[in-house]
């Protein structure tokens, strides 16, 4: 019962932390920027002001390096939040994410193959067909391995944590042994390239990228609306999903279509960022709500401040240097890993009924 | 009227159901009765419509099963079955809220939370409103899953049209209060016109509450009676593989089934 229990509140807020936190993001760093410097430079982007010669450097900075990664880090913690948030209703277990069950592996695998390889063809990622060709692969690889993972836990309507587990370590494991075979016998820029973006990273963030992931995002949220309730009625278990209207094989096969693709074009441009899409829902559900209607946009919501918290963070740490992304993200991630499956064991419901 | 006509299904080499035919009693308690292995978990999804028969029909008001939709069918008819465990917390009004989801699109209207709360009421748990499910007792959570199939096929609707309530074995987690609780909330919605069909497993209390009994043996019908005085100790010693012996209660002179290991 949405209104009466007031999410519109709890939508303001995120909102209003998403958008110190944009700003945050936006103004500190190697440069600095003060509110009034970056209205100049976006009234100057958009021709309504004359570009003055003086800001050029700044203007640049700001403009193509700043605003690009501001939005692809915002854009990546929504994508991981909402992915977290739909994989742990339908695997019905919460300490399900992207890089727990391949989703984020199996993208960075499909990616690195023609990162690697399409050199030697026209898949070469400077070719138009390449561009493509990278979150192509990445959604492929990312379904595949997603859907395995999902096959391997779940029989008869039910989801096997120990299996779910195996089955996502056994995943993993392959993914970023294939990833790692790339980077081997791939040629140096190259191969330190997939080091750093195998441990998630912002600073390769362009229009063209920030594009593409914003809209792939759109689409998959747009088409996430109806499913709250959908994802409700499947905690009650498959069979009482069905008896309430819903078909749950294609309710699954659809959410984690949705999933892999948003996922897999993320992956694609900034790496594997593990975590976020189980911190992300956990508190959610912890100060708030576990009502999926609430948790999607919540978690797109809360998703992109704590990203860019975490990106800010990431600039300073080690400054002038930067730390990559999925190293914070771990730190932090890993832990509340640890919690949530200490807190279900003791609960003795490990097991979850489906 | 819900009907079965020469229903098969199989699963792989098994043979489950065998040709039954059947009509449940409209607006009376239907009971179904079998030993484990009978085929009748497989019978009531056939006749729910969550599993498609091998061969055969399954009929509702004249229109096969296949020929309604999903969202229309689940507001014609609701499952209860034996125990959700929910693996999220949520309060209890949500989980009664989701027996009115094939009812609205997007966001439950006044008369969606009207019925909710009748519901509720009908199964006096309005003081739980607010818990989370995941802290009541068995029994609790059974009434409260019990107030979402109500709510899903509420008389009072908008919509016409005859409502059925099917229930799984949905006592056998229950201490005989609750048991009891619930089989005389299931008789109560006859009034109101509903229909009910019912595993029931403990051949007393189906006895009792039934008006229809239609018992399973080896995925065929082995009788189908609306009289119980008509169900006799051979064919339960022979179906059960037991003893059995009617005995009559002293006081109230009502009759009852002694079983014994055959």
Same mark, same amino acid.
Do not use: H, M, N
């Given at each position: 019962m949405p209104e009466r229990r007031g999410y519109g509140r709890i939508y303001l807020l995120l909102t209003v932390l998403l958008a110190a936190s944009v700003l945050a993001s936006a103004a500190l760093g190697a440069f600095r920027f003060t509110p009034a410097e970056m209205f100049r430079y976006l009234l100057q982007a958009i021709g309504i002001s004359e570009p003055a010669a003086t800001d050029a450097l700044a203007r640049n900075v700001f403009l193509h390096l700043r605003l690009p990664r501001v939005i692809v880090a915002g854009l990546t913690g929504a994508v991981l939040g909402v992915s977290g948030t739909l994989m742990q209703g339908v695997f019905r277990n919460p300490i399900v994410e992207p890089g727990l069950a391949g989703t984020s592996a199996g993208a960075a695998f499909g990616a690195a193959l023609v990162f690697v390889l399409g050199e030697r063809t026209t898949l070469a990622f400077t070719q138009p067909l390449g561009t493509l060709a990278v979150p192509l692969f990445a959604f492929i690889g990312s379904f595949l391995a997603t859907m395995l993972v999902y096959r391997a836990s779940a029989s008869f309507g039910k989801v096997n944590v120990f299996t779910l587990?195996? +089955?996502?370590i056994a995943v993993n #494991?392959?993914?970023?042994? =294939?990833? =790692?075979?790339?980077?081997?016998?791939?040629r140096d820029p190259q191969a330190r390239n997939i080091t750093f973006w195998n441990l998630g990273t912002f600073t390769t963030a362009n229009w063209r990228g920030t594009i593409v992931i914003a809209v792939v995002f759109a689409i998959s949220f747009a088409a996430l609306s109806r499913h709250g309730k959908s994802l409700n009625a499947l905690m009650l278990g498959?069979?009482?999903? #069905? !008896?309430?209207g819903i078909d749950p094989s294609a309710l699954i096969l659809r959410l984690i279509i949705i999933n892999t693709a948003m996922v897999a074009v993320d992956t694609a441009m900034v790496g594997v960022i593990a975590f976020i899409g189980l911190v992300v829902p956990h508190i959610l559900r912890m100060l708030w709500s576990s009502d999926y209607t609430f948790l999607i946009p919540a978690s797109a919501l809360a998703g992109a401040f704590l990203m860019e918290v975490i990106d800010v963070i990431a600039r300073f740490v080690i400054s002038? #240097?930067?730390?990559?992304?999925?190293?914070?993200?771990?730190?932090?991630?890993?832990? *509340?890993?640890?919690?949530?499956?200490?807190? &279900?064991?003791? +609960?003795?419901?490990?097991? *979850? $009924?489906? | 009227m819900v009907e079965l006509r020469d229903v098969h299904y199989r699963a792989g080499a098994a043979h489950i159901v065998r040709g039954v035919s059947l009509a449940f009693r409209a607006r009376k308690f239907n009971v179904i009765l079998g030993p484990n292995g009978a085929g009748k978990s497989t019978l009531l999804k056939l006749a729910t419509g969550l599993l498609e028969a091998s061969e055969g029909a399954v009929i509702y008001d004249d229109e096969p099963v296949k020929a309604i939709g999903v969202g229309?069918?689940?507001?014609?008819? +609701?499952?209860? !079955? &034996?125990h959700v465990e929910l693996a999220f917390p949520l309060p209890v009004e949500d989980v009664v809220m989701m027996g009115r989801y094939p009812h609205f699109a997007r966001v439950p209207s006044q008369h969606d939370r009207d019925i909710i709360a009748q519901a509720l009421e009908v199964v006096e748990m309005t003081a739980f409103r607010v818990r989370s499910y995941s802290t009541l007792s068995g029994g609790e959570q059974q009434k409260v899953q019990l107030a979402r199939v109500l709510a899903q096929i509420w008389m009072d609707d908008q919509q016409t049209g005859e409502k059925y309530l099917f229930l799984d074995e949905p006592t056998s987690n229950l201490d005989i209060y609750y048991e009891l609780h619930l089989l005389e909330a299931a008789r109560a919605l006859l009034a109101r016109g509903c229909t009910v069909i019912a595993i029931l497993h403990d051949i007393n209390q189906a006895l009792r509450y039934g008006d229809a009994f239609f018992v399973l @043996?080896? =995925?065929?019908? +082995?009788?189908?009676? $609306? $009289? @119980? !005085?008509a169900i006799s100790a051979e064919l339960l010693e022979r179906v059960f593989r037991v003893r059995a012996r009617r005995a009559t209660d002293a006081r109230s002179g009502e009759t009852f089934w002694r079983f014994d290991p055959g």
């Open positions: 587990l195996l +089955a996502g #494991a392959v993914c970023t042994a =294939g990833t =790692g075979f790339l980077s081997y016998i791939a498959e069979d009482e999903a #069905a !008896s309430l002038p #240097a930067e730390l990559p992304i999925g190293i914070i993200t771990a730190v932090i991630g890993a832990p *509340v890993f640890l919690w949530i499956l200490l807190r &279900q064991q003791r +609960a003795g419901s490990v097991v *979850v $009924d489906g | 229309p069918l689940a507001r014609r008819r +609701a499952v209860l !079955s &034996q @043996e080896k =995925g065929r019908l +082995a009788q189908e009676t $609306d $009289d @119980e !005085s």
